[in-house]
């Protein structure tokens, strides 16, 4: 029996990006879109261009730029929705609408206060007015696996009347089990007379952690298409993580006798580019991009993975990107061998950005012995969203003790001159940001902060992120160096700099005047 091909539609930015804590920039956004495109995902969802200019900007820029898979925009069953949903995704080669609607009785009632009836003339309006627009349209019914399943044949055989072509079936709320979803995609297969002219979507969450498995029983029963976020990101519990459902195909190749088309060798780094970007760690548990994912603990293991690794492994860590003899780097390795490593990683940069990121790499390796992929990678990422740096952090200064109070200064650069502030605080880390919310002149809101290390080791790497909100958003910041105090400022300094992008200086009476800009 051959393989059917099952398309993958990743939601990362758009499902992904409700996850709580979560704001991407657009540059970060058209970053990610590339990176999906790397990996040969089938359906790019860049957003929900009528939920605000920043979401609208995104979309027709990914639109614009990114060539490869289909773009597809989010609408209301609403003309203004997809009328603007049309307007951002337009520029696409392959743009697609995707228009969706609720139809369990709980959301009629207590959300659309729609009957039935109602909902069928709307679900059909909107479909035939996106595909007045596009010839790709995709229709979901919102809240489909809590609805009866008789209206929703008659809700999917309307909207492919009416021009849909792919019909997605949504466990918005993650409330299915795999057995019941897989009658549930039967019974639409045998109870919707057009079906054929469509493929049928599905788009799980992950609220009882069955997402994935979920969707694979959905596929076994015929669905065409899984939707799904790189790391499984996405509202409340997330979303399938598109890394498990396409190795488990990969892997169950003969059992589901299903494939997905996706580049798994790039699955490894575009979930550390998410993770970077979104600030959202991946635990080192997490199947297929977790750090323990391929690693062997017990003796017994791992004399048989070294014997072959067919005992232990059921797939191989350099199929989804991870290097198994991670060559060392050091302070000797010269730019070819760096730009080789480069290489060999899957990365290719234009001459300016390797000198770039060498220069980066020399001065880490004149303090870390061994540069491992790990800290390559970390650098790549560091200079991946490119945005108006405001501020860059020239120096700072720590003095602190298990007696004493922390107090910093630190020297922040911008295009108007330097900016100087002392703090004290708490420890090391709250004097910094209090010299840092100093020398801005402004009040920050520091809403969470984290720091882990790149890699294992005493000089390893320090990743620090910083979270900080303003007008109710919520603005992620990076920070990498192998001091963690110097990793904190930054992280901070990033965070700042990527509100200001946004939200543009405070005015002055917020301002509570710390210091001079000259
Ligand atoms: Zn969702």
Not at 44 to 62: K, R, Y
Not at 242 to 258: D, F, G, I, P, S
Not at 307 to 324: C, F, H, K, W
Not at 484 to 498: D, G, P, Q, T
């Amino acid at each position: 029996m051959e393989a059917r091909r099952i398309q993958i539609f990743d939601t990362t930015l758009r499902d992904g990006e409700q996850t709580p804590g979560v704001s991407l920039q657009t540059e970060e956004k058209v970053e990610i879109a590339l990176a999906l495109a790397k990996l040969q995902v089938d359906v790019i969802e860049a957003g929900f261009p009528v939920a605000s200019p920043g979401d609208f900007e995104a979309v027709s820029q990914i639109a614009s730029r990114v060539k490869g898979p289909t773009i597809a925009a989010l609408a209301r069953a609403t003309e203004k929705d997809i009328e603007t949903a049309y307007k951002a995704v337009k520029r696409a080669d392959k743009p697609r609408i995707h228009t969706f609607i609720a139809t369990s009785d709980i959301h009629l009632k207590h959300k659309l206060q729609m009957t039935r009836v109602e909902l069928l003339e709307r679900a059909e309006k909107a479909v035939r007015y996106a595909k007045s627009l596009v010839a790709d349209v995709e229709f979901s019914a919102e809240d489909a696996s809590r609805s009866d399943w008789d209206f929703l044949c008659q809700v999917y055989e309307r909207a492919i009347a009416a021009g849909a072509n792919v019909i997605n079936i949504p466990d918005t709320v993650g409330y299915t089990t795999p057995m019941e979803f897989g009658a549930l995609i039967t019974y639409i297969r045998e109870h919707v007379p057009n079906i054929n002219e469509a493929v049928i979507s599905v788009h799980c969450h992950d609220d009882l952690g069955m997402a994935v498995a979920n969707s694979l029983a959905a596929v076994a029963a015929g669905a065409g298409q899984v939707e799904c976020t790189i790391n499984g990101l996405g509202e409340r519990a997330g979303n399938a993580a598109m890394e498990e459902l396409v190795m488990a195909l990969q892997t169950r190749r003969e059992y589901y006798h299903a494939v997905a088309t996706i580049n798994t060798k790039h699955i490894y780094r575009t979930s550390r580019l998410v993770s970077a970007l979104t600030g959202i760690a991946v635990p080192p548990n997490k199947a297929v991009v977790g750090d323990n994912a391929f690693a062997h603990e017990s003796g017994i293991h791992q004399h048989g993975v070294l014997n072959n690794p067919l005992t232990y492994e059921i797939m191989s860590p350099e199929s989804v990107g991870v290097s198994r003899n991670a060559i060392v780097l050091g302070k000797h390795s010269g730019r070819h061998a760096f730009e080789e490593r480069l290489k060999y990683l899957g990365y290719e940069f234009d001459a300016d950005t390797i000198n770039t990121l060498f220069a980066k790499f020399k001065d880490l390796a004149d303090r870390k012995k061994m540069v491992f992929d790990r800290d390559i990678e970390a650098l790549i990422v560091e200079k991946a969203a490119v945005r108006p740096e405001w501020y860059t952090l020239a120096y700072h200064h720590v003095a602190s003790g298990n007696n004493i109070l922390a107090t910093a200064s630190v020297q922040l650069r911008t295009s108007a001159g330097v900016a100087e502030a002392a703090g004290c605080g708490t420890g090391p880390v709250d004097a910094v940001f209090k010299a840092v919310e100093q020398a801005v002149g402004f009040p920050v809101g520091l809403k969470d902060y984290q720091l882990k290390a790149v890699t294992a080791g005493e000089d390893a790497l320090g990743e620090a992120t910083a979270w900080i909100e303003r007008d109710g958003r919520i603005f992620s910041g990076r920070g990498l160096a192998i001091d963690v105090i110097e990793a904190s400022a930054k992280a901070y300094v990033n965070a700042i700099n990527k509100m200001l992008a946004v939200c543009g200086f405070p005015a002055i009476e917020e301002a509570k005047g710390g210091n001079n800009h000259g």
